[in-house]
């Protein structure tokens, strides 16, 4: 959450959601919070200033962490359309990347959907030792993989391959796409 937002509205919905879950009417949870029906009211209408002793009662009463109750919630569904989102281009090669998904500290992984033209290729120097990359061809044919040992891809293929040693994109036929998963160690 960032410091100078307030976090009174994501408090408010998110109280008012998980006390609909649970199932519970504003009188029972202010009962089992041991607080008054009033203070959690002024809470779920955005008012009012709850302590950290307030929303850690709330918690244990709804039986949900404190962070759910001050965290707010990520969209389930997020959606770029084409031709958003930040895209860069090669240097020496019709090829563009567009980041879809970086990856949370936890999850290790970037999702990046490619385009690229016929070309000389792209020449991908090696990413970190035990990077590995997942790639789906969309559209159009697709020469990719170590320096060493490329494979030939049309659309629906899926290779994977090592992205800690120099590897290659090469599009064969215009308007070849591709998505890419990136797994960083």
């Given at each position: 959450?960032?410091?100078?937002?307030?976090?009174?509205?994501?408090?408010?919905?998110?109280?008012?959601?998980?006390?609909e879950r649970a199932g519970l009417s504003l009188t029972e949870l202010a009962r089992r919070a041991g607080i008054a029906k009033s203070t959690l009211s002024q809470l779920e209408s955005?008012?009012?200033?709850?302590?950290?002793?307030?929303?850690?009662?709330?918690?244990?009463?709804?039986?949900?962490?404190?962070?759910?109750?001050?965290?707010?919630?990520?969209?389930?569904?997020?959606?770029?359309?084409?031709?958003?989102?930040?895209?860069?281009?090669?240097?020496?090669?019709?090829?563009?990347?567009?980041?879809?998904?970086?990856?949370?500290?936890?999850?290790?992984?970037?999702?990046?959907?490619?385009?690229?033209?016929?070309?000389?290729?792209?020449?991908?120097?090696?990413?970190?030792?035990?990077?590995?990359?997942?790639?789906?061809?969309?559209?159009?044919?697709?020469?990719?993989?170590?320096?060493?040992?490329?494979?030939?891809?049309?659309p629906g293929d899926y290779a994977t391959f090592g992205g800690d040693a120099p590897h290659r994109y090469e599009a064969l036929e215009p308007g070849t796409v591709a998505v890419l998963?990136?797994?960083?160690?």
């Amino acid at each position: 959450m960032s410091q100078s937002a307030s976090p009174l509205p994501t408090i408010a919905a998110a109280l008012r959601r998980e006390r609909e879950r649970a199932g519970l009417s504003l009188t029972e949870l202010a009962r089992r919070a041991g607080i008054a029906k009033s203070t959690l009211s002024q809470l779920e209408s955005g008012a009012g200033n709850p302590s950290v002793e307030t929303l850690w009662s709330l918690g244990v009463a709804l039986g949900v962490p404190f962070s759910r109750l001050v965290e707010p919630v990520t969209p389930t569904v997020q959606v770029i359309r084409a031709g958003e989102g930040p895209r860069v281009q090669a240097e020496r090669a019709e090829f563009a990347a567009t980041l879809l998904s970086a990856g949370s500290p936890h999850a290790r992984r970037d999702i990046y959907l490619l385009t690229i033209e016929p070309s000389a290729g792209r020449e991908a120097d090696a990413h970190l030792p035990g990077s590995i990359e997942h790639l789906i061809v969309a559209a159009g044919r697709l020469r990719t993989g170590p320096v060493s040992e490329p494979v030939e891809l049309g659309p629906g293929d899926y290779a994977t391959f090592g992205g800690d040693a120099p590897h290659r994109y090469e599009a064969l036929e215009p308007g070849t796409v591709a998505v890419l998963v990136m797994e960083h160690p």
